[in-house]
């Protein structure tokens, strides 16, 4: 595929290429242009041309060529989703849900399209204020490549309903969905040159973008080293930033809890797109009472989960993205035995056999008696790979939890009403999860405290942040 700048394809000027590979299988699926800091100054041309006639447009205009977007997405979301399982390896089930949601938050700014944009203050003798939001201007937004489709859907929804033009960087590992819906969205009405992707290498491309003076705000999601060199790179300019840097989500099952539940919410909190989310579940505490029967199920489960290509009607998990993410993987859980920091009750290895061979396939791990200095809960636990701790009471449960760096989300399993508000009150995360974990809608704010990041995604707050207010100050 081509990279898309000015509403037209555009090939790799000087033939080098980046290929993207299925991780089931390591076949070549397709390659992309390794684009250059050129392209990315063209882009931002293109994205510079098409701002005026873009901010000109009413909201609910742009919001319609949105929501024509999203039904078009709805059209296609089998092939989408299929592609989006080839490059990135998720169950086809869940690639589904993928596109699905990235058409639900298109839907969600199209519908708040309609809102008033400003205010008008009264200031009596000293006259009215009038003051307007409009938007930053060029934006850039550096997608990763676990959740590219809805991280795309997070920035581009409020950005583009907010007014600005964007230049979209995807991952390397996970280019060709993100093309192919931007391509959607020009088909859909978008005036060329309001979204271009440019692909290529976080160091060329990347960076390229964060430094060039054009572009007003940088919206990332990924890694925190990363994301701290794109601070310091950005306060150049004192460009506006969200950063949204990954965490080490809690889970704590409490004694009232009801167990099944919270089995259920753990496997699909942690092993959800094989453990590659930044709220899954990494750290799991466990009330010691219930502790017994609990990790006894659990265990059962994740036992029982099938893992395989994607694209197979039975798969529950998939590989891993890539050979570094499963080597990571490998690495922590094998310095977590030779340290005893933890005992593996299920999995703890690479797959074996034909099926797998090709492919970046980990067992669902289960490691219990985890020592709170272990790597498994310090470091994000990008994989899938479950650490359980138990707890002698709610204090320690919240005292474990608020040691970690990161603060994205947390979950409380419980009935009573007055652990959930203590959970809320006192455990340091963006998002708190009552009896359930990871459910990210499009109309609720998401984001972080402590390293997960600064700023909030979805809501109309991500329509906040791609905007400002201007104020007219009438004398009378
Ligand atoms: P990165 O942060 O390196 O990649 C995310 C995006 O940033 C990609 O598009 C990447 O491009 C781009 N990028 C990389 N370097 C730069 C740079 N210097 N300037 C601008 N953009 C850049 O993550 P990794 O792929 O290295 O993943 C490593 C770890 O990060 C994971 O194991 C996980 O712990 C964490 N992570 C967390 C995520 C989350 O949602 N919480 C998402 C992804 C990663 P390219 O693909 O070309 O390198």
């Known amino acids: 595929m081509e990279m898309r700048i000015g509403g037209k394809n555009v090939s790799s000027p000087d033939d080098t290429w980046i290929e993207v590979k299925n991780p089931a299988t390591g076949e070549l699926i397709d390659r992309v242009p390794a684009g ?183 919206s990332f999601t990924g890694n925190c080293a990363t994301g701290q060199r794109i601070r310091e790179l950005a306060s150049a300019h004192v460009k506006d930033l969200t950063l949204e840097l990954g965490g080490s989500d809690p889970m704590i ?76 993987i490998v690495q922590m859980v094998d310095r977590t035995r030779e340290r005893g920091d933890g005992t593996v009750l299920t999995g703890g290895g690479i797959l074996r056999g034909k099926a797998y061979e090709s492919g970046h396939f980990y067992h669902p791990t289960l490691v219990t008696d985890v020592a709170p200095g272990s790597c498994l809960v310090t470091d994000e636990l990008f994989g899938p790979v479950l650490p359980l701790m138990t707890v002698p009471d709610l204090d320690a449960a919240i005292a474990l939890a608020n040691t970690s760096r990161y603060g994205l989300g947390a979950s409380v399993w419980t009935q009573n009403l007055h652990t959930a508000r203590r959970v809320f009150d006192e455990v340091q995360a963006g998002i708190i999860w009552v009896n359930r974990h990871l459910t990210v809608p499009p109309e609720v704010p998401f984001g972080g405290m402590r390293e997960s990041g600064i700023g909030r995604e979805n809501g109309y707050h991500a329509v906040d942040q791609y905007s400002r207010t201007r104020t007219l100050f009438l004398g009378w």
């Open 253 to 328: 099952v409490m004694d009232d809890a009801d167990i099944d539940k919270a089995v259920e919410g753990a496997l699909r909190g942690r092993f959800y797109n094989a453990g590659q989310v930044c709220t899954a579940v990494k750290r799991l505490y466990v009330h010691e009472k219930i502790a017994g029967e609990y990790v006894q199920k659990l265990k059962a489960r994740i036992s029982a989960l099938n893992v395989g290509n994607g694209l197979g009607p039975k798969t529950d998990m998939g590989p891993l993205n890539s050979a570094e993410q499963r080597e990571r």
């Open 36 to 218: 250059s800091a050129a392209d990315v100054a063209e882009a931002v041309e293109a994205a510079a041309a098409a701002l005026t006639g873009w901010k000109k447009k009413g909201m609910r205009e742009r919001g319609m060529i949105l929501f024509h977007a999203a039904l078009k997405v709805r059209e296609q979301h089998k092939d989408l989703a299929h592609l989006l399982t080839t490059e990135q390896g998720k169950p086809l089930r869940e690639a589904i849900d993928e596109v699905r949601g990235y058409a639900n938050i298109l839907e969600y700014y199209a519908g708040i399209s309609a809102q008033p944009a400003g205010e008008t203050v009264r200031l009596g003798v000293a006259g009215d204020a009038l003051v307007v939001r409009e938007p930053l201007g060029i934006c850039g937004a550096i997608i990763p490549w676990n959740m590219p489709v809805l991280i795309m859907g997070w920035k581009t929804g409020p950005a583009l309903l907010a007014g600005n033009t964007l230049v979209l960087k995807p991952a390397s590992a996970t280019p060709l969905t993100n093309l192919r819906l931007a391509g959607i969205l020009d088909e859909a009405g978008l005036p060329p040159g309001v979204l271009n992707v440019v692909t290529g290498s976080g160091r060329d491309v990347g960076e390229a973008l964060v430094k060039n003076p054009g572009v007003k705000k940088i």
